[in-house]
């Protein structure tokens, strides 16, 4: 279990997480929705192990997230890291080298999935090929955390299909999975998990197919109802409506 309790992150002025308190249970898969700032990537890179200036705590398996557990969690960026020269070939190699829970041949496979060329440069590929090969990369590790942050940026409908088919296929015993999106037809199609924040908090959450049968609403209405009632409670002076 990933665990969050009261977690303060602050960037000079700017608090992007305020006493956020969140457990990510295994055997499911989260999607993480918001408006932009609401604090997402935050979380993610706080979660990952990634910011050390923070306050609260961060645990998983009972401990606290530094470099033993961070080993055990596997985290997709926004922005793209990888170094020009690399290949398809390449990345899985770097990836190899640094995470002994990597799997090639998992890799091999994914992004033969994906129609990617082995042997081709990153730097001479679109958008959304890279996003691809990144994603194939993260999901290649046999990790008992994946956070994805925004993984279907750049991808055409298409290949955002083959990255649900992909994620719907992966074994979750022992797994937790988080995804970030401002996509919520993608997520509602993988996801059995819904945590909506702002401000750095949670404001809403939920299991899917139970909101959907207690609200008769798609999580999409679903997220534009709750938002519309939490900034006109917000504009009113008000807490958020209860729901």
Request: with cysteine; aromatic share 10%; hydrophobic share 40%.
């Amino acid at each position: 279990m990933l665990q969050m309790e009261n977690v303060i992150v602050r960037f000079g002025v700017q608090t992007a997480l305020d006493r956020f308190c969140y457990s990510f249970e295994p055997g499911h898969i989260y999607g993480l929705v918001g408006p932009n700032g609401c604090g997402k990537s935050t979380l993610m890179k706080t979660a990952a192990g990634l910011l050390k200036s923070y306050s609260g705590n961060v645990s998983y398996c009972g401990e606290k997230v530094k470099t033993e557990q961070r080993s055990k969690i596997a985290y997709l960026p926004t922005h793209p890291v990888y170094y020009r020269y690399m290949s398809v070939d390449d990345m899985g190699a770097f990836y190899e080298d640094f995470f002994p829970d990597f799997s090639r041949d998992e890799y091999r496979n994914m992004t033969a999935f994906f129609g990617l060329n082995p042997k081709q440069k990153l730097s001479g590929m679109s958008t959304g090929m890279v996003a691809k090969v990144r994603v194939a990369a993260t999901l290649s590790r046999n990790a008992g955390v994946i956070l994805l942050d925004e993984p279907l940026n750049g991808i055409d409908m298409l290949g955002q299909d083959q990255i649900r088919q992909i994620i719907q296929s992966i074994d979750l015993a022992g797994k937790t999975i988080i995804i970030s999106s401002h996509l919520l037809d993608q997520l509602e199609a993988v996801c059995d998990h819904v945590v909506m924040m702002n401000a750095g908090r949670v404001i809403f959450h939920g299991n899917m197919a139970q909101l959907r049968a207690q609200y008769n609403m798609t999580v999409s209405e679903l997220y534009r109802n709750i938002y519309a009632q939490y900034f006109q409670a917000m504009a009113m002076g008000g807490g958020m409506m209860q729901w």
